[in-house]
């Protein structure tokens, strides 16, 4: 217990406050944000809902089976009953809206059927076991509370990725505590992680996997390979495979960091490095291992399924490979003169870029596109300060290379893994949509957090805590402008 007391005590006070800003500011976009309205929210319900009611995980009907399961009476009152529209504002009425509770809190639904959680059926269970306990603290509760406390334990996780963000910019800039404080907080504010922490979504476990990954690496590279960054890395790897598997295109840059780490750590000390990388390699692969096996032998789903990384739609075999490849580089890169156009629209703005500024919602809305060009306009000199924090630094750098490698390689595998995904869908599934969306490069929040950093650190100290003021009020009013937009959308 003291040994505990004592690590808690050694976190950083700011590190605690930026987390608990995070949380306020999910707690803010849960309650704003009318329920289902969250991407897939509804099939992240029902999943979590099934474990909590039956105590087994959803199982795949399989290929053979034609009717799957329809929703469970309180879903489908929930649905019908809920002013739902994708084109403009829902109508609300005052009277509709008591007749509904009225008839909610009557209770008496079935809650048994799997429902919509068969479409959120791929992904592995880590985050639906956590969400269940919620769930069943609020069973005597209508569905809508049932919902709003699931949705706390989501806040609660943006606290943790915000947290793991502070901690490795505090390995990462070591001698810029200023800094790491403006990276956090910019970070709890940024408007996607708060409407996507304010809903139902394993992304919200998957971004907090990633930033004690990141956090693992850093503090290994900056503090030697031990037991203990072995488990964070191991640990971190684990929870992110057992919450969504797109965790699998981080895999390459963890592998080569701790290829570097051993290759660099002195030959006396290289016993211990190699048994803390063995202890990151079994604690990643042996739960994982478990999973697969279970899932093949008691879920019925197949490799994919059980991954959790593509459904059964999209199986099949792997097409033309120059055609993949071009797909891939157009969705970051503009297209060359030889090859075929593969999007109506510019990927990098339009999907990444607009989706990490902000499309809400269902992406059905967002901020007018001068905002955007606006936006884009701020980024320009945040790179520029960044760019010149390294430049000034060049000379410590050359004896991190390998470090600046491996989040680069962590970054490039990772959305080459989501458009290899994202080709396999507008192939096989529908030729007429887009898998990408900006919330898949969510993992990566910590790198955005480094940047905001670096922007502080190379305006120097004489510059660098009015630029880090100006960037965390930016960063509050971009945040509280979003909640207006949505509750204009919703509600005025």
Not at 340 to 367: C, H, L, S, T
């Given at each position: 217990m003291s040994e505990a007391r004592s690590r808690l005590a050694a976190v950083p006070r700011a590190a605690l406050v930026c987390g608990a800003i995070a949380v306020v500011n999910g707690v803010c976009w849960a309650a704003v944000t009318p329920i289902f309205w969250v991407p897939d929210e509804v099939s992240h319900v029902g999943y979590a809902q099934h474990i909590a009611e039956t105590g087994r995980l959803p199982s795949d009907p399989g290929d053979g089976v034609t009717e799957r399961p329809g929703p469970s009476e309180e879903q489908n009152f929930l649905r019908k009953g809920l002013p739902f529209s994708v084109e403009g504002r829902p109508s609300w009425s005052r009277a509709r809206d008591k007749q509904f509770k009225r008839d909610l809190e009557k209770g008496g639904f079935d809650r048994s059927r799997l429902g919509e959680g068969i479409a959120a059926g791929v992904h592995p269970p880590l985050y639906y076991l956590a969400e269940a306990v919620p769930y069943r603290l609020a069973q005597e509760r209508t569905l809508l509370d049932r919902v709003m406390a699931m949705r706390l334990l989501s806040t609660l996780l943006a606290g943790v990725t915000v947290l793991f963000t502070f901690l490795f910019l505090r390995e990462l800039l070591p001698r810029s505590p200023w800094a790491w404080t403006v990276g956090g907080l910019v970070t709890a504010f940024q408007p996607m992680l708060g409407f996507l922490a304010g809903g139902v979504t394993n992304d919200n476990l998957s971004f907090a996997a990633s930033a004690a990954l990141f956090y693992g690496i850093a503090r290994a590279f900056h503090r030697g390979l031990g037991f203990a960054e072995g488990a964070i890395i191991g640990g971190a790897v684990a929870t992110g495979m057992l919450t969504k598997a797109s965790t699998i295109g981080l895999l390459p840059g963890v592998a080569f960091a701790l290829a570097a780490l051993l290759w660099r750590t002195p030959t006396a000390a290289r016993r211990r490095a190699l048994l803390a990388a063995g202890v990151a390699v079994v604690a990643a692969g042996l739960p994982w291992l478990a999973w697969v096996t279970y899932s093949r032998l008691t879920v019925g789903a197949g490799p994919a399924p059980a991954a959790g990384l593509v459904s059964d739609s999209v199986n099949g075999d792997l097409g033309d490979l120059r055609e993949q490849v071009t797909y891939i580089w157009q969705a970051f890169l503009p297209r060359l003169p030889f090859m075929?156009?593969?999007?109506?629209?510019?990927?990098?703005?339009?999907?990444?870029?607009?989706?990490?500024?902000?499309?809400?919602?269902?992406?059905?809305?967002?901020?007018?596109?001068?905002?955007?060009?606006?936006?884009?306009?701020v980024l320009v000199p945040i790179v520029a300060l960044a760019g010149l924090a390294v430049a000034r630094a060049r000379r410590s750098l050359k004896g991190r290379w390998s470090e600046v490698l491996s989040y680069a390689l962590m970054a490039g595998s990772l959305a080459i893994a989501i458009e290899f995904v994202a080709y396999r869908y507008h192939e096989v599934v529908n030729q007429s949509a887009f898998f990408e969306q900006g919330r898949y490069l969510f993992p990566l929040l910590p790198l955005y957090a480094a940047l905001v950093a670096l922007a502080v650190k190379g305006a120097g100290r004489r510059w660098g805590p009015a630029v880090g003021g100006f960037l965390v009020v930016l960063a509050m009013g971009h945040s509280l402008f979003s909640q207006l937009i949505t509750i204009s959308r919703f509600y005025a």
């Open positions: 075929a156009d593969q999007f109506p629209y510019y990927p990098p703005w339009e999907v990444y870029f607009k989706g990490f500024i902000g499309r809400f919602g269902w992406f059905e809305y967002g901020f007018p596109d001068a905002w955007y060009r606006v936006a884009a306009a």
